[in-house]
């Protein structure tokens, strides 16, 4: 099966039609609903909280903190749960890990 993130290989990233990265710094971004969207309704991928592209296309941590992690959590979980938001929420809370890199720390 195709390995759509693992942490031990984030120098080698680029974002694709598989892979997405947001930096979430002061709550989710509300572009992560056109990329869930856009993945749901083709081959699907992983969305990467707490991280950015930077111009030569590599990627960065963006100082997320564990404190930020409940909020996010919440404020996604009650996101993938409003039928106003989304047509249908296609995961479980074991879909989305959480990793430390450096003092940061990176969601998928």
């Given at each position: ?63 997320l903190k564990s404190v930020d992690k409940d909020k996010l ?36």
């Amino acid at each position: 099966m195709y390995e759509l993130f693992n942490i031990n290989k984030f120098d080698t990233y680029k974002e694709d039609n598989r892979r997405e990265v947001k930096k979430a710094t002061g709550g989710l971004p509300s572009s992560l609903w056109e990329s869930y969207s856009a993945m749901a309704n083709t081959s699907g991928g992983v969305i990467i909280l707490g991280v950015k592209e930077k111009n030569d296309g590599n990627w960065i941590t963006t100082g997320l903190k564990s404190v930020d992690k409940d909020k996010l959590l919440d404020e996604f979980w009650n996101q993938a749960h409003n039928l106003q938001k989304i047509s249908i929420n296609l995961l479980i809370e074991s879909d989305v890990e959480t990793y430390e890199v450096e003092n940061d720390i990176v969601m998928d």
